[in-house]
């Protein structure tokens, strides 16, 4: 079972950068797509960074400009450099991460993460 641990979390103002950090244990020869989520109270959880197994990355609207994901050379790390703060950024923010596989078309992941991480708090205040 892989176990995501995040870090990083905490309370900025606006303006203000955070890092967070998001360590797969387990499995240590696996390496894994990564991706950030958030989830606003009472909202659903949105996407807003991910990285393809070919480097592409992709982020949302929102967060694009501001925000960069980033993934160690192992790809057992990933990070979120956030920077420029809003207040609209508070969340509970999430890594997911699903294994690399190999295919006679190269190496692929699934569309879907399957593995979580606990979750972060991020608050930023006006």
């Known amino acids: 079972q892989v176990q995501l641990v995040e870090s990083g979390g905490g309370s900025v103002q606006t303006g203000g950068t955070l890092r967070l950090s998001c360590a797969a244990s387990?499995?240590?020869?696996?390496?894994?797509?990564m991706g950030w989520f958030r989830q606003h109270p009472g909202e659903e959880r949105e996407a807003i960074a991910r990285?393809?197994?070919?480097?592409?990355?992709i982020y949302s609207d929102s967060v694009k400009g501001r925000f960069t994901i980033s993934q160690d050379s192992t790809k057992k790390t990933a990070y979120l450099q956030m920077d420029s703060l809003k207040p609209e950024d508070t969340a509970i923010y999430y890594c997911a991460a699903d294994p690399i596989f190999a295919t006679p078309w190269g190496p692929r992941c699934r569309s879907q993460f399957g593995y979580w991480g606990q979750g972060t708090t991020v608050t930023v205040s006006s």
């Open positions: 387990e499995y240590p020869d696996n390496r894994y797509c």
């Open positions: 990285i393809y197994v070919n480097g592409t990355i």
